[in-house]
């Protein structure tokens, strides 16, 4: 097993052949999970091998960039259950309320070790950078939220889809092992609960109007009802507006409460173990969504400095955009007029006020609702920024590699040329008559989200 590749020492070198006295301390950020996480176990064989108490913390940051009261919810709801699952395995949790890499600096000072989990946006980065050169002990990270670790899929940035597939080929099924939890030696029993977690009402924001509840626990649940009711049809009805067939995964993948692994490994056994052989049930759509694409906007995202940016897009896509910047655009809107759904198109306007509402979107919408951006704004940088801003402010599985990605997608990465047109030049194009054509039933979406 090659799982040796996900962990990796951050530390200077000088420091990792000392083993400062105290406990293991597993910094909990990205992964905020109990089930499937590499991180998680990984500490508690660290622990177990040097017969030292384990302790895991989060550190509750009010000011990550661009996360408001639903995102709070969401965490919150998952450190709950995390809080709960770890005193059943006698593991102490701890949360606290300060800078995620202050907490984890100040922790190491008394720690054995500090093991962490990845993240591939520049924040977690340099959150991580600034814990492993400040920390007097070492700093141990594991990569458990991708199936194929981002640097053994492919060393460099890949072009798109078609280059990435294949090395994930190659490499998948040597990642798709099982993973159990490991038992803590110094586990005396249950654990009392800890102090309650703080309200996500502290929170600048609005709740949802339409919940989406978060947790381990919850997302678990969710998975079965896909496989059970979804998956067999999973292939024909996904991407249909009106139906709300998709996994519902991304917001628990984003906050890391779930693990990719152990989605692809339930998929693959639900399927084999239960739906009849050949059924197009969509399996292999599921996994190449899950792991082709999702692992393709990590590989994005850790590869390409300028990610989150209109720079970070293909010169071909700048340069044709560029060649289009001073057509006619029969329609402009403001970012206001955007956010509060004020367009002519009753398409648009109900996927805008879906992501409002229930802070999702359907995923076809995703695409049609980022292309008109681009036709509705006056310059191509411009509307990227929208883009990103109103997907980072309203979606819970915002502010995330596939987010980043997905917005890019709009305007021309990972994609290719198209038949040249107006304001898009080569850029693939998407209207409503496609909207209408492709689905006779729109109109139940358009009624479902209206403004
Ligand atoms: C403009 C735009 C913005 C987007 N913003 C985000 C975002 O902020 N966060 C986010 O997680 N996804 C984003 N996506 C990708 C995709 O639309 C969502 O991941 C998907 O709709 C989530 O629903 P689901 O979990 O039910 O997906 P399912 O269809 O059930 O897919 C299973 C999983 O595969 C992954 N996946 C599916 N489609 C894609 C894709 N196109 N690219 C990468 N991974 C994918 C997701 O992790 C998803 O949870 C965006 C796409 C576009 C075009």
Not at 113 to 134: F, K, L
Not at 254 to 268: C, D, R
Request: some cysteine.
């Amino acid at each position: 097993m090659n799982q040796e590749d996900r962990i990796a020492l951050l530390s200077p070198p000088g420091k990792a052949g000392e083993t400062p006295p105290g406990p293991v301390r597993y910094w909990m950020q990205a992964s905020v999970r109990t089930r499937y996480n590499h991180a998680l176990e990984y500490a508690v064989h660290l622990a177990n091998h040097r017969r030292v108490p384990l302790e895991v913390f989060f550190a509750l940051t009010p000011d990550y960039p661009m996360a408001s009261r639903r995102h709070y919810q969401f965490l919150l709801e998952g450190l709950a259950d995390v809080q709960t699952n770890l005193a059943a395995r006698g593991i102490p949790f701890v949360l606290y309320r300060e800078s995620p890499p202050g907490a984890a600096v100040r922790l190491a000072r008394e720690s054995s070790a500090i093991v962490t989990d990845r993240g591939y946006t520049r924040i977690q980065r340099q959150w991580r950078e600034e814990v492993a050169r400040s920390s007097p002990c070492p700093v141990v990270q594991v990569e458990t939220n991708l199936v194929v670790p981002v640097e053994t899929a492919s060393s460099k940035e890949e072009y798109s889809a078609a280059t990435f597939r294949p090395r994930i080929a190659r490499q998948r099924d040597t990642f798709l092992q099982p993973l159990s939890p490991l038992p803590y030696w110094n586990n005396q029993g249950p654990l009392k609960p800890g102090p309650p977690l703080p309200q996500a009402d502290l929170f600048p924001g609005d709740p949802l109007e339409e919940p989406f509840p978060g947790g381990e626990d919850r997302a678990a649940r969710e998975l079965s009802h896909f496989l059970e009711e979804r998956l067999s049809r999973y292939d024909e009805l996904r991407n249909v507006p009106d139906r709300d067939w998709t996994s519902r995964m991304s917001a628990y993948l984003h906050f890391g409460q779930i693990s990719p692994l152990e989605i692809a490994l339930k998929a693959i056994d639900y399927h084999e173990a239960v739906l009849e052989p050949g059924d197009a049930s969509g399996i292999g759509t599921l996994l190449e969504e899950l792991i082709v694409r999702r692992e393709l906007a990590a590989n994005y995202t850790f590869y390409n400095p300028r990610y989150d940016s209109y720079q970070g897009l293909p010169q071909w896509a700048r340069a044709t955009l560029e060649e289009h910047r001073g057509d006619p655009r029969p329609w402009t809107y403001s970012l206001e007029q955007l956010q509060g759904a004020e367009t002519h198109d009753p398409y648009w306007n109900a996927a805008q006020m879906q992501m409002i509402r229930s802070g999702r979107m359907h995923g076809y919408m995703r695409m049609y609702w980022g292309k008109k951006i681009l036709e509705w704004t006056p310059d191509p940088e411009e509307a990227f920024n929208r883009a990103l801003i109103l997907n980072d402010t309203y979606q819970l599985d915002g502010r995330d590699p596939n987010g980043y990605a997905g917005v890019a997608w709009c305007f021309g990465k990972h994609d290719r040329p198209w038949k040249e047109r107006a304001i898009f030049g080569k850029i693939r194009y998407m209207n409503d008559r496609g909207l209408e054509r492709k689905f006779r039933e729109i109109s139940r979406y358009t009624r479902r989200w209206a403004p």
